[in-house]
């Protein structure tokens, strides 16, 4: 129980300290996915899904879909990383 409870502080203090990174964190995300490998966009997957959380306890949903949106313009043709996005919860196929 404590261990659960010094988890999600830890977290809570991530997602914190990511929101107030998050332009720069978008910018490192298009350098990442650039290499095109699974292991880019698992990293690529999980980073967004902490910016989901970070928009979700420290800003807005509606600023991350916009975000997301715009940052999926020259991605759509990687359906990879689609994939794991909407595996994630973070993106509907359409």
């Avoid at 999600?8 to 290499?35: C, H, I, Y």
């Amino acid at each position: 129980m404590q261990q659960e409870i010094k988890r999600r502080k830890e977290r809570e203090a991530f997602l914190k300290n990511l929101s107030k990174n998050l332009p720069e964190m978008w910018g490192s995300l298009q350098q990442t996915v650039q290499r095109g490998s699974g292991l880019a966009y698992d990293e690529v997957c999980r980073s967004i899904v902490d910016i989901f959380e970070a928009h979700a306890q420290f800003g807005s949903c509606s600023r991350f879909k916009k975000e997301l949106k715009k940052f999926m313009v020259g991605h759509m043709r990687r359906k990879a990383l689609i994939q794991r996005l909407v595996k994630a919860g973070v993106w509907k196929e359409t």
